[in-house]
Every structure is written in C-alpha cells, then in structure tokens.
T-cell receptor, first 114, second 113 residues
C-alpha cells in the first residue's frame, strides 16, 4: 500500500533560520504530492502541491520539489518566522482507483522562537 | 463563500453507543471524504462519497458507515463505540475529479469514555 515517512519531530528553530523537513513516500502508480499545514486552533490547509516529476510547488516562501528517482518531497524555507509555527504533513494522492484518497505522514511539529 | 463545515464541534459518548457526525461541503464541491486523526498522528482515510455512494474505503471496520445526501452533505456514523475511536474526525470536500484539491473542515472532536 501507499505510505509516507516524515522526518521525526519536533523541530525547534530560531527566527530567520533555514528549514528542511524530509519526506519520502512509497506508492503504486504516479502520485501527486502535497504539503498540508495545521496551524494551532485551525483546520488543515493545503500549503503546496506538485503533480509530476521535477515539479516545484511553492507558497508563502516554502518550496518542495517532486523527486521521482528518490521518491522524496522535502519541504524547505529559507527564513522561517514565528508565524510558521504549526504542524506540517507530507501527503500523497495515488492515481488510478485511489485517486482522491490522501495518505498522510505522521506530521512534524515546527516551533519557531523569536 | 462558506468553507467546509462540520457539526458538532465536540462530542462525548460512552462505549457501546452510536454517534453521527455531519459535514457540509464547500460550495461547488460534490465529493466528500472522511478522515480520522488520532492525537499526535496524521489523518487516516475512512471513506469517500460522491453521487450518494461510497466510492473508496480505507482500512476501517464496518462499524464505520456513511451517507451522502442529494445536496452533497454527508454523515459519518460509528456504531458500538470503542475507547480507541476517540479522535478528531475530519471532513474534506473537493470538486469532481479533483481529488488533489481537498478542503478540510475544522473537525469534530469525539471522546469515548
């Protein structure tokens, strides 16, 4: 079956530090890849997506590149802010009959200090 | 434009009881999916509905069932509640054929005692 493995957390950084959260996946077919974010007290929100190999998804200064050869989709941001503190989920949506069924990683808690 | 709404916000039930959770999808969306999120874990897919039928199902027992109405709203029913069913239940909706574009509701926190 499909699965997602995320970097173990939690991650604690100072403001303006560089962020990387690693994500690898296994899937049948050709999945679409996503990062979702859950801010404190809020619902899950789509942060960025990539639907084919070498695509780069980006939003709010965050980036992730679809690497088919390494089955990875690492999340990066050059300079984090306190407001980026949240839980980040790497997610895949496999194609074919599983289209639309999202498989989540376990989540990585990010805390950014001033 | 209202997003995905869910009710109730919180619910406390006793083992063995039955519960119904409700979801209204985002305007223009006709597909609804349900997820269970245990504390400290990522959401797990329960099932997906469109055209009033269950189209996909995750690894959940038959105690979990659902329904979709002609207006696309949906219900999740859980029978014979177990302590392990305590979790945040999330509803997500998307336009037909765009399963990669799911919008999530705030969830219903279910506590089973």
């Amino acid at each position: 079956g499909n699965s997602v493995t995320q970097m173990e957390g939690p991650v604690t950084l100072s403001e303006e530090a560089f962020l990387t959260i690693n994500c690898t996946y296994t899937a049948t077919g050709y999945p679409s890849l996503f990062w979702y974010v859950q801010y404190p007290g809020e619902g899950l929100q789509l942060l960025l997506k990539a639907t084919k190999a070498d695509d780069k998804g980006s939003n709010k200064g965050f980036e992730a590149t679809y690497r088919k050869e390494t089955t990875s989709f690492h999340l990066e941001k050059g300079s984090v802010q306190v407001s980026d503190s949240a839980v980040y989920f790497c997610v895949i949506s496999a194609g074919g009959t599983s289209y639309g069924k999202l498989t989540f990683g376990q989540g990585t808690i990010l805390t950014v200090h001033p | 434009d209202a997003g995905v709404t869910q009710s109730p916000t919180h619910l406390i039930k006793t083992r063995g009881q039955q519960v119904t959770l409700r979801c209204s999808p985002k305007s223009g969306h006709d597909t609804v999916s349900w997820y269970q999120q245990a504390l400290g874990q990522g959401p797990q897919f329960i099932f997906q509905y469109y055209e009033e039928e269950e189209r996909q199902r995750g690894n959940f027992p038959d105690r979990f069932s659902g329904h979709q109405y002609p207006n696309y709203s949906s219900e999740l029913n859980v029978n014979a509640l177990l302590l392990g069913d305590s979790a945040l239940y999330l509803c997500a909706s998307n336009p037909r054929g765009r399963g990669y574009e799911q919008y999530f509701g705030p969830g219903t926190r279910l506590t089973v005692t």
